[in-house]
Structures are given as structure tokens and as C-alpha cells.
């Protein structure tokens, strides 16, 4: 017999909440960006189709597109004697990684216009974070542990490349900046650090080492989700907006 590990009706739940909550600051989002002078839009825009993103992934996810049971033996020695081998089927929702390939890159993209970041970097950057994404997709999908965690910590050294390029690139290039830049860039920045360094560990708790229910990896990422997204967005731009010098130069 197989035991299915999936969600429950909190799960489904608090799937729907962020689908409106993505909706509504979508819409803020676009609305904010037509009463800003078109040099200040850029931010709108792209902040605007990170919601979008997660709106319509979310919207997969609460509708139950976008995830499928992936399949695993574990073997269970602290129970019996001698050990047995129990089949699982545990929920991947797999709709999340297609959405944050797109729009982790577009919240990359946010950080290192406000900081200036020079072309190359941002493109080390970019193309560290999807390494990071599709590679943690793999490991979600790795059947042997070697698999799972050689993926996973694949996945980390590129999360690190990324800490890297804002860390360092971005706070060396926004030292040019007036000091109230410079003050943001290192509290949005820092922000973003100690939130998406949650994540890896969140996953190594639910997807990872099955210590955690689907529904708590739900309500966690759904948390991250918000504060990395819609309150993220809402802080950059009303910031954005009251702040006379800076502009990308896009
Ligand atoms: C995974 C697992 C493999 C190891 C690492 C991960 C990092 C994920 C991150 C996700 C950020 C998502 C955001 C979403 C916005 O809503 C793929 C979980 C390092 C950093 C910011």
C-alpha cells in the first residue's frame, strides 16, 4: 500500500487567499504605474508582472493544476523490526518553480536597477538564479537521496552566487549613489537576503527530508511568497516614487 502525503483544506485554503492577494496588488501594481512619469515605470512594470506571475501560478495551484504526486521508499527502522521498506506519494507543486524561474529574475532585475548594477553582473546573477531554480525543481524530483541533495546543494552554491552579486556587486555599485539610495538598496537588499534564504530551508523541512506537512509547506511558502512579492513590490515603489534623483537608466 501507498500513503499519499498531500494537502488538506487549510492548504487549499490559503492557496485561494494568495490568489486574491496576488490579483489585488497586481492591480495596484498597474494602476501605481500610469500615474508615475514613464522614467519611473520601469519598476512599476516589472513589479507589476512578478505579481502577475505568481497570480496565475497560484491560481494553478488552487484550482490543482500544477503539482503531481512524486513517488519514494523509506525505510523504517525506529518502527520495526526488521526494517520495512514504505512506499510514499507526496505532493510536488511543481507550478511554483516555473513561476519563480520567471519572476525571481524579475525581482533580481528590481534590486540591481535601484542599485545601478552593471550589465555583466546582472547577468551572472540571472543566470545563477535560474541554475538555483531548476536545479532545486530537480532535486524536488530526485528519487535516490543522493540525487535530491546533490541537486539541492547545486542549487545552493548558485543561491550563493546570488547573495554574492547583491551583496557585494550591488552595494559596490550603488556606493556611487545619493546616500538615501544607498540607505534603501541596503535595507531592501538585506530584506530579500534573510527571506530568500528561508526558502532552501523551508524545502529541506517539506520537499526535502519530509519532516513537515504539505499543508505547513504551503502555509510557509505562502508567508515568503507575500512578504517577497506584494509587500516587497508595495515598499520599492511607494519608495521608489518619493525619491526625486534616482531612475533607472533603462
Ligand atoms: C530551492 C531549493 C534548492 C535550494 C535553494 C532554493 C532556493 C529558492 C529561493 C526561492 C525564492 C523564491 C522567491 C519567490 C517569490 O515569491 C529552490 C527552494 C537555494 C531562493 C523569492
Known amino acids: 500500500p501507498i500513503i499519499h502525503v498531500h494537502a488538506g483544506d487549510t492548504g487549499h485554503k490559503t492557496l485561494w487567499v494568495v ?57 523504517e527502522t525506529h518502527k520495526r523490526v526488521p526494517p520495512t521498506h514504505q512506499k510514499f506519494g507526496r505532493e510536488v507543486y511543481w507550478a511554483r518553480y516555473i513561476d519563480w524561474s520567471v519572476t525571481t529574475p524579475l525581482l533580481l532585475l528590481d534590486l540591481a536597477l535601484l542599485a545601478g548594477l552593471s550589465g555583466a553582473n546582472i ?33 545552493c552554491i548558485a543561491y550563493l552566487v546570488v547573495v554574492y552579486q547583491l551583496a557585494s556587486s550591488g552595494r559596490a555599485a550603488v556606493a556611487t549613489k545619493d546616500s538615501k539610495t544607498k540607505a534603501f538598496y541596503a535595507s531592501i537588499a538585506g530584506f530579500t537576503l534573510i527571506l530568500w534564504t528561508i526558502y532552501p530551508i523551508i524545502w529541506a523541512l517539506s520537499e526535502g527530508a519530509h519532516i513537515i506537512s504539505v499543508d505547513a509547506e504551503i502555509i510557509a511558502y505562502a508567508v515568503l511568497d507575500i512578504l517577497a512579492k506584494p509587500v516587497f513590490g508595495f515598499w520599492l515603489l511607494f519608495t521608489h516614487d518619493s525619491m526625486s534623483s534616482t531612475s533607472p537608466s533603462l
Do not use: C
Open 123 to 155: 547577468l551572472v546573477a540571472i543566470v545563477a538564479d535560474v541554475i538555483m531554480i531548476l536545479t532545486g525543481l530537480f532535486a524536488a524530483y530526485g528519487t535516490t537521496d543522493g540525487q535530491k541533495w546533490g541537486w539541492y546543494a547545486w542549487a
Open 19 to 75: 490568489v486574491v492577494l496576488m490579483g489585488l496588488s497586481s492591480l495596484a501594481f498597474y494602476g501605481m504605474a500610469f500615474r508615475v512619469p514613464v522614467q519611473k515605470r520601469l519598476f512599476h512594470i516589472l513589479t507589476a508582472f512578478i505579481t502577475t506571475f505568481a497570480f496565475l501560478s497560484y491560481f494553478a495551484m488552487a484550482t490543482g493544476d500544477g503539482k503531481n504526486y512524486h513517488y519514494y521508499t523509506e525505510t
